[in-house]
């Protein structure tokens, strides 16, 4: 079933346009199981797979607003995002076509865009900082030229009068439900694409917002020709007279594809009246069954006009990519670019995240004159207990440290909803994200290490050495860095808040538990070794015994006396551990290892999540 392809008015250059269309579409889930066993989709399934999609002929047209409708569970939003290429085509069967050729999933992501039901945007960002951000990641000039096409944009989406609100989360500042939903279409406009998909650009609005946003599409359709196309749910009348064609979906089949006035056409042909109070896609919902079964009937008979389609249209529309399926996909910005655009915004993130940046300075520093007062000098005192003291003030100190930078889980969640939407797009490579994530952290979080250390390193008193206190400094930052990458890491793969605290507050007290310092490594079990090497709390733990015991003071320095003879040296002490000066430094670049091998494996977790098909 298809339309004739109308020409879009397109003003200035002829512009390349793109025509959409489906050939006998049907889309099943299969179970993992049977994926698994490759019965489902390869052999006798073990059980009826659940179809999606049904036998879908559909078109979209340049120069149209497409929209899908259909009741709940209909399968609107697979078919929006299988014409997208989400879905890729090698998991459907039938046929999906751009201009009379087979798509190429990967490419057309990068020249259409896909607006998702829900908004994908930093709350702390104004609205022009969200377009700009968006423009300088996916357009290849400079900064001047991002500019130029943000004000352009910002005057097409009616937001200039916003342009330097932040977008704001809930009902308690912020913009309106209307103006976020515009720009998240500005989002996805800002690199001009040919092809424009929005899933429910209506929800959650009320029927001015609505209709300003309907009224906005209908306008890029009409001044610049794009292809868009769009999933509705309950249009109101005014709206639905906006949309050009109408896919009307039901249990997976396609009842209906072409205008409003045809499926009207069709209902009375089917013997029904349309109340007046009643909008004809309304009314349809409730007469779909009798649309379905003289479907066949009616389009042979009826409008051939409006459903046959002669074979040539009137858009010169060139071919498919010209062959651009054998070049490498190029990403707009290189990755020093990348890295720097994406820094940016990150610092913009962090400073105004009052509460996170305050509470997190607020508390080293209160923690490290806290813990100061608490073990005031007990670092120059001798004896058994003072040595005890110590270690429980080291052993303290790292429980403290390792825990606190469990907060940034929210923040890591947030951010990872944004990069899998952005990164669909091909706005930016997952590595860019991965690598400015940890250098803006790096100075951050040595100033929570400086703010920490200060104060707590001379009130405790510990060695006093001003090479002491800077290898204790550097211990401290490396434990922060190396808790800060093991969020990070988590924060991948777990799927929301609750699980991850879960599994990272489990994961911490393991590494306490087996670190050594409340069972010894030769009483742990062997099969459980293993964890003992994995701690994070082992290695740093030994870095603070040594830094104060250690060196040519620790042969020197008497931690114990009997009768005012020594009986032991911290030397000595070192020995009793199993520890040996060298680890000083062994030790760091295990940490640092361990930094690195968390930030790794965080960018394969989410290059896997952002690359992983449906």
């Known amino acids: 079933m298809e339309l004739p392809v109308k020409a879009p008015p397109v003003s200035g250059a002829q512009k390349t346009s793109y025509r959409l269309e489906t050939k006998n579409l049907s889309y099943k889930l299969c179970s993992k199981l049977d994926e698994l066993d490759f019965i489902c989709c390869g052999g006798a399934p073990r059980r009826s797979p659940r179809f999606i999609l049904r036998d879908v002929n559909c078109a979209a047209s340049p120069g149209e607003i497409t929209a899908i409708a259909g009741p709940s569970g209909a399968g609107k939003t697979t078919l929006l995002e299988i014409l997208s290429g989400k879905i890729s085509p090698r998991k459907v069967s039938g046929q999906v076509l751009v201009n009379s050729q087979p798509m190429n999933a990967r490419h057309f992501r990068r020249i259409s865009g896909y607006v998702t039901q829900d908004d994908s945007l930093f ?53 309106s439900g209307g103006e976020k939903r515009r720009v998240s279409i500005g989002v996805d406009l800002v690199h001009d694409p040919a092809v424009v998909f929005i899933d429910e650009p209506t929800s959650g609005l009320d029927s001015a917002s609505a209709l300003h946003v309907a009224t906005l599409l209908k306008s890029m359709v009409l001044n610049q020709g794009k292809t868009i196309v769009l999933t509705i749910h309950q249009p109101g009348f005014r709206i639905l007279e906006l949309f050009d064609r109408l896919v009307l979906l039901s249990n997976g089949y396609a009842v209906h594809n072409g205008s409003l006035h ?72 290189s990755i020093l670019e990348e890295v720097s655009i994406l820094g940016q915004r990150f610092c913009s993130n962090i400073f105004r995240t009052k509460q996170l940046f305050a509470t997190r300075v607020i508390q080293s520093l209160v923690a490290g004159l806290i813990l100061g007062t608490i073990f005031l000098n007990v670092g120059k005192k001798t004896g058994q207990v003072a040595l005890q003291t110590r ?184 020995r009793e551990q199993g520890l040996r000066d060298s680890q000083k430094w062994s030790n760091l670049a295990v940490m640092f290892g361990f930094i690195i091998g968390y930030r790794v494996l965080c960018f394969v977790i989410l290059w896997f999540r952002c690359c992983r098909r449906r």
């Open 391 to 574: 270690i429980g003030f080291f052993a303290f100190s790292l429980t403290f440290l390792l825990s606190s930078t469990t907060e940034g889980l929210p923040i890591f969640l947030q951010e990872r909803r944004i990069l899998m939407s952005e990164t669909s797009r091909g706005a930016y490579r997952v590595s860019s994200y991965v690598l400015s994530n940890t250098l803006i952290f790096i100075p951050f979080l040595l100033m929570v290490a400086l703010l920490y250390s200060t104060p707590v390193y001379w009130l405790v008193g510990l060695r006093m050495s001003i090479h002491g206190f800077l290898y204790f400094t550097l211990v401290v930052w490396m434990v922060i860095l190396m808790s800060n990458s093991f969020v990070a890491c988590f924060s991948a793969l777990v799927p929301n808040f609750i699980m991850g605290t879960s599994v990272i507050s489990g994961l911490m007290g393991s590494f306490f538990l087996f670190s050594g310092y409340f069972i010894t490594k030769s009483k742990i079990p062997s099969y459980w070794v293993f964890m003992h090497y994995l701690s994070l709390f082992k290695y740093p733990f030994e870095c603070f015994l040594i830094n104060e015991y250690g060196g040519e003071q620790g042969y020197r320095r008497c931690l114990v006396f009997d009768k005012e003879e020594c009986i032991l040296h911290g030397s000595g002490f070192l």
């Open 123 to 175: 709350p702390l960002l104004t609205v022009k900082e969200t377009l700009l951000y968006s423009a300088l990641l996916r357009l290849p000039g400079g900064k001047k030229d991002a500019a130029n096409r943000v004000r352009r944009l910002l005057s097409e989406l009616g937001l200039e009068h916003v342009s330097d609100s932040r977008i704001g989360e809930g009902s308690s500042w912020g913009i």
């Open 262 to 333: 045809f499926l009207e056409e069709r209902l009375k042909f089917s013997g029904h009246q349309i109340p007046l109070h009643v909008n004809v896609l309304e009314f349809s919902f409730d007469a779909i069954e009798s649309l379905s079964g003289q479907n066949s009937a009616f389009l042979n008979n009826q409008c051939p006009r409006e459903i046959r389609h002669n074979g040539s249209g009137h858009i010169a529309r060139t071919p498919y990519f010209n062959n651009h399926q054998e070049k490498p996909l190029r990403f707009p910005r």
